[in-house]
């Protein structure tokens, strides 16, 4: 009874909180409605939706025969290697399929929903396509920092998996066979995708707006902690504010970005997983823990990556770190991760 009137609740306020900033403010919602149209249609469709067609396409087993390289993946991540295979095409693909893919696998019946959460943990990522085109040329004018922006995210992915493996430890796993009837046909495969994909744009459209009515009703005085709030929000949107500034201060936000994903992001994910009785309160988890592994690693590896001077390199190597406004981002995601696996795990146990 109390969440339900919590639910109702939040939703009247945001509800009089959007009409209001729809109505005063009809220019700038229209006009971040219609710039995340244009993303969607210039950029996530071209390089999402054949993933798309691919993801719904294809078929995962779980061999019931157990393997040296099974027990290694089960210690690790708490999935067996067969499923293994979900992380790559997550890595290429990007939101939200690998949350598609496993869903589906769920949905039937070919994995159980402690194994569904153990992939969720690691395998629904920013996709290379994007990364490259979007963000490295597009956005930053920077092509050779793709190869930085994916290394830190696949680490910081199989590094969450890990840790979210070790807070939840996995339960053992029971293999069940897909039915040879339940293959999926090239047909139905289009049909979802294009659902799919339809499902994105909608939400990228609804938080471009959203973040904008945000920040125009709340304005916030740092332009650093403007671009952050709408990477929180949507991450595509922040991560074009952020590249404002030095790439020193702003790359590793921008890996920390792309790898919580924002709320519209997670919108995607809800609405996926919304009909298979997935909690989305690990997923959310799993991303928080993510985006503070990707600031950190970010910040470590960044001289690797763009060699400066020696003495520059020394003492600028932790700049971010040092920020204030640096620092109480990645507290803040770091505590809500620790805060929400205690609460999971004392609930759990």
Request: aromatic residues 12%; contains cysteine.
């Amino acid at each position: 009874m109390e969440k339900s009137f919590a639910g109702k609740l939040f939703k009247g306020i945001f509800t009089v909180f959007f009409t209001l900033a729809i109505i005063l403010y009809s220019d700038k919602m229209s006009s971040a409605a219609e710039e995340g149209l244009r993303l969607w249609l210039n950029t996530v469709v071209p390089s999402l939706f054949p993933f798309m067609v691919i993801s719904s396409w294809l078929t995962f087993r779980i061999s019931e025969r157990k393997t040296v390289l099974d027990r290694l993946t089960f210690g690790l991540f708490g999935v067996p290697a067969t499923l293994m295979a979900i992380f790559p095409v997550s890595v290429l693909s990007g939101y939200p399929v690998g949350a598609k893919i496993i869903s589906g696998l769920y949905s039937n019946g070919a994995i159980s929903k402690d194994t569904a959460e153990h992939l969720f943990s690691f395998c629904n990522n920013p996709g290379a396509v994007f990364i490259l085109s979007a963000v490295a040329s597009s956005i930053l004018g920077d092509k050779s920092s793709a190869v930085f922006f994916m290394t830190v995210c696949v680490l910081s992915s199989l590094t969450g998996g890990i840790l979210y493996n070790f807070a939840f430890p996995a339960e053992p796993l029971k293999p069940i066979k897909l039915e040879a009837g339940m293959e999926p046909g090239i047909y139905s495969a289009i049909s979802s995708a294009v659902g799919s994909v339809l499902l994105v744009g909608g939400c990228i459209i609804f938080f471009s707006a959203v973040s904008e009515a945000a920040l125009t009703l709340f304005p916030l005085k740092s332009p650093a902690a403007n671009a952050i709030v709408s990477g929180v929000l949507e991450f595509t949107q922040g991560i074009k504010k952020i590249s404002a500034f030095s790439p020193r201060f702003s790359y590793p936000i921008i890996c920390a970005m792309l790898c919580w994903g924002g709320f519209s992001v997670h919108l995607q994910t809800a609405a996926l997983i919304g009909g298979c009785g997935l909690p989305l309160k690990k997923y959310i988890i799993g991303k928080a823990i993510c985006a503070a592994c990707a600031y950190i690693l970010s910040v470590i590896l960044y001289d690797s990556f763009f060699p400066q001077a020696p003495t520059e390199a020394l003492t600028g190597a932790f700049a971010p770190v040092n920020s204030g406004l640096s620092l109480f981002a990645l507290s803040a995601f770091s505590a809500s991760a620790v805060c929400l696996i205690l609460v999971e795990k004392n609930r759990r146990n």
